[in-house]
């Protein structure tokens, strides 16, 4: 999207032109005609009342078709979703050049105040922050209102601790799995030995696993479904990042035994075997709903554990293999963190002794008192 910014002894006007390269040459040619008028002191276009900037949900509308055109369909459904929920409403009629750091903050102090968690919060400063940032670099505002308002959402320690289950508890759900719910165990297996994502752990198909090599390719994942049209998606792995999961020999037993039964179900109803390790009702992959609804919620009931999000064992794995004090960038791999920071940031306060460790290193440079002065053999002091 093109605009033109009129800034003429302080009096400052804008009007939006177009998108693409035609709105880029309309824009350079009424640019040259405006600058042509204001040199003959013509500021007509100055009181016309309709050369305003635009408002926040003008501008926003715009924006949302540029991030659906570089981003995943799933990415850009979720800051529409954002925008036309939370902020449109508060915020969407101001002139985006009206937008101040103290509208946002009330928007953000109501949200907490209505129990939102800080994390969610911040998810929705982050995607205002975003479009505000094209605005600032399109020199539609002079800066960004809603920069460095993160700490205004309190990290609160409850929002940074992760879910887990212990290792007592692991076994437990588990074991149940096996017993009573067969048809829960690999998926339930899958999430607790290899530390997948849900949508990345159903979408898994039987070419990804390398049972030689014990290891498992993550190629994809369960994209975000728009209801109204009710199509589905397999988008990408998160960050388009493709990876390799080293898988135990446990899990690798369990899913071979899986296809071994995929191959012989096929062949006595005379057709190929699906490609989906983990099958839904219609025969593709089974959804993150179904799942959850079918599969997840009645083996916690079964189990006798209190309800944690399948996510848990994404967790629970990276603090066990944490536990065991296994390097922090094999974690990062296998996890599939773009860097160590974030496994640090999420998982750091784990590591057991880390804190101890550090204060004990204290001990090895002040083991001795550092205010005596210690005398050389020609009866000197040290420097």
């Not at 160590?340 to 008192?369: C, E, F, M, Q, S």
């Amino acid at each position: 999207m093109w605009w033109l910014f009129i800034d003429y002894k302080g009096r400052r006007k804008a009007r939006r032109v177009g998108i693409g390269k035609v709105g880029m040459r309309a824009a350079k040619a009424a640019a040259e005609k405006i600058q042509a008028k204001l040199a003959l002191g013509d500021t007509a276009l100055l009181d016309d009342r309709r050369a305003t900037a635009p408002s926040l949900t003008e501008f926003a509308e715009g924006w949302l078709k540029h991030v659906a055109a570089q981003r995943k369909p799933g990415t850009a459904e979720k800051y529409e979703a954002i925008l036309r929920k939370h902020w449109f409403p508060t915020l969407g009629r101001l002139p985006v050049t009206a937008v101040t750091r103290e509208h946002i903050k009330t928007v953000l102090g109501t949200k907490l105040s209505a129990d939102f968690k800080p994390k969610t919060v911040r998810g929705h400063l982050d995607v205002l922050r975003a479009c505000l940032s094209v605005a600032l670099e399109d020199q539609v505002i002079s800066a960004n209102p809603a920069a460095r308002l993160g700490k205004f959402v309190a990290r609160s320690g409850e929002s940074q601790m992760v879910e887990t289950f212990t290792r007592a508890e692991l076994t437990t759900l588990l074991e149940t799995a096996e017993r009573e719910m067969p048809e829960a165990y690999p998926i339930v297996l899958t999430l607790a030995r290899a530390g997948l994502r849900i949508g990345e752990a159903l979408t898994v198909q039987a070419e990804d696993l390398d049972f030689e090599r014990h290891e498992l390719w993550v190629r994809r994942t369960w994209g975000s479904r728009k209801k109204a049209l009710g199509d589905r998606r397999i988008n990408a792995p998160k960050s388009n990042r493709v990876r390799r999961v080293d898988m135990s020999e446990q899990l690798g037993h369990v899913l071979q035994g899986l296809l071994t039964m995929r191959e012989a179900e096929a062949i006595l109803k005379g057709q190929d075997r699906p490609p989906w390790l983990f099958l839904g009702r219609d025969g593709g992959p089974m959804t993150p709903g179904s799942f959850w609804q079918n599969l997840w919620r009645p083996l916690l009931r079964r189990s006798g554990l209190s309800y944690r999000k399948p996510h848990a064992l994404r967790h629970t794995y990276a603090s066990l293999l944490i536990q065991n004090r296994e390097n922090l960038a094999y974690i990062r791999d296998q996890l599939g963190h773009h860097s160590i920071k974030l496994t640090v940031d999420t998982y750091g306060h784990l590591v057991p002794g880390a804190n101890r460790a550090a204060v004990n290193r204290l001990d090895d440079a002040t083991g001795r008192n550092l205010y005596a002065t210690s005398i050389s053999s020609k009866g000197e002091e040290d420097e």
